[in-house]
Structure formats: structure tokens, C-alpha cells
């Protein structure tokens, strides 16, 4: 079972499962702040079995998984960037440090992951992110009307359109994915 929450125009209703009004965590609850004052339609989902990868997200969302933005944090020269990826690919860092002028990428551990996003790996929404420095996005992802999105916690996930994703995470559109073999 899974419950939502939509949200438009800063307006929150609250999650509920089996018929009981849910707290939302606190990084969900950061993400739904955001959300909520962004004029943007979005829904937050519940999922409680979670979603830990791209692949079983999709499926539990009823999606495609290149559907599925995987927000991924790189250590580019000492600075944060965070690459938004479609989850049927994978991120090139060569790539990802040109785009930001560095001399390379290193994906983030889970550690500094959470350090730099204020979100557990795995868990990373696109935004708020006020450590971040830069957040790119592959052009894959803006082929799709709607997009999903870690939203918090391994069980929250939003829905929202690729165009808004970009507005709302100030991302810079770019080719990010290894070349398909």
C-alpha cells in the first residue's frame, strides 16, 4: 500500500496510511516545505517497503526506470555537485567535472553524501540543497512529461514534471551519461 500527499500552490495535505494521518520525517518534511512554496503540482508518495534502487522504484511507482531521477553527489575539486540522472543510466564523471571546470569527479560517500546534502544516500531529493554548488541534469530526463524523485527518506518519493525539476533545482541541462555501448 502506498499513500500521497499533493501538493499546489504551498498548499500540504498530510500523508496517511491504512486510514491514519502519518509525520512526515524531517527531510521529507524539509522537501515538502520547499514543494509546498514552490507553485509547483507535485505529489509525495509513501512507499513503505521503500525504494533503495532506481530499478525497484520504477516498479513500485508504475513507472519506466528511465523515469526514475537518481540525484547523485560528486566531490568535483572540493566542491558539492549534485548530477540528476535517469535511472536506466549511468553518470560519466569525466563529464561531470568538465561541465563544472574541475579536473575530476568523485562520486560522494554515503558520509559526505549526507554531510553536503543534509539527506541519507539514497534518499537525495533535488532540492533544497543550500551546500550544493551546482546541479547539472541529463537532457534524457527532460524527454519525459513526469519525472520521480527521491523525496527525503528511502520512502518517500515525488512526482513532478521534468520542467519543474529543472526550475526548482536550478539545474543546467547537459549531456551526463557514460556513452551507451
Same mark, same amino acid.
Given at each position: 500500500?502506498?499513500?500521497?500527499?499533493?501538493?499546489?500552490?504551498?498548499?500540504?495535505?498530510?500523508?496517511?496510511?491504512?486510514?491514519?494521518?502519518?509525520?512526515?520525517?524531517? *527531510? /521529507?518534511?524539509?522537501?515538502? =516545505?520547499?514543494?509546498?512554496?514552490?507553485?509547483?503540482?507535485? @505529489?509525495?508518495?509513501? $512507499?513503505? %517497503? &521503500?525504494?533503495?534502487?532506481?530499478?525497484?522504484?520504477?516498479r513500485?511507482?508504475?513507472?519506466?526506470?528511465?523515469?526514475?531521477?537518481?540525484?547523485?553527489?560528486?566531490?568535483c575539486?572540493?566542491?558539492?555537485?549534485?548530477?540528476?540522472?535517469?535511472?536506466?543510466?549511468?553518470?560519466?564523471?569525466?563529464?561531470?567535472?568538465? *561541465? /563544472?571546470?574541475?579536473?575530476? =569527479?568523485?562520486?560522494?560517500?554515503?558520509?559526505?553524501?549526507? @554531510?553536503?546534502?543534509? $539527506?541519507? %544516500? &539514497?534518499a537525495?531529493?533535488?532540492?533544497?540543497?543550500?551546500?550544493?554548488?551546482?546541479?547539472?541534469?541529463?537532457?534524457?530526463?527532460?524527454?519525459?512529461?513526469?519525472?520521480?524523485?527521491?523525496?527525503?527518506?528511502?520512502?518517500?518519493?515525488?512526482?513532478?514534471?521534468?520542467?519543474?525539476?529543472?526550475?526548482?533545482?536550478? *539545474?543546467?541541462?547537459?549531456?551526463?551519461?557514460?556513452?551507451?555501448?
Amino acid at each position: 500500500m502506498r499513500s500521497s500527499s499533493l501538493l499546489k500552490g504551498g498548499v500540504s495535505v498530510s500523508l496517511t496510511l491504512n486510514g491514519m494521518a502519518r509525520t512526515l520525517p524531517d *527531510a /521529507v518534511e524539509r522537501v515538502s =516545505a520547499f514543494l509546498g512554496q514552490s507553485g509547483a503540482e507535485v @505529489r509525495i508518495e509513501e $512507499f513503505p %517497503a &521503500g525504494t533503495p534502487t532506481a530499478a525497484e522504484a520504477a516498479r513500485a511507482v508504475g513507472c519506466k526506470l528511465a523515469q526514475i531521477v537518481k540525484s547523485l553527489v560528486f566531490d568535483c575539486d572540493g566542491r558539492w555537485v549534485v548530477a540528476l540522472i535517469p535511472g536506466d543510466r549511468r553518470a560519466d564523471p569525466a563529464k561531470i567535472a568538465a *561541465a /563544472v571546470g574541475a579536473s575530476r =569527479a568523485r562520486i560522494a560517500s554515503p558520509e559526505e553524501v549526507e @554531510r553536503a546534502t543534509g $539527506f541519507a %544516500a &539514497g534518499a537525495v531529493a533535488p532540492f533544497p540543497l543550500p551546500r550544493i554548488e551546482r546541479v547539472l541534469v541529463d537532457h534524457g530526463l527532460l524527454a519525459h512529461k513526469r519525472v520521480w524523485v527521491g523525496a527525503g527518506s528511502p520512502r518517500h518519493m515525488a512526482v513532478l514534471s521534468s520542467a519543474d525539476l529543472v526550475r526548482l533545482a536550478r *539545474a543546467r541541462p547537459m549531456d551526463a551519461v557514460e556513452t551507451a555501448a
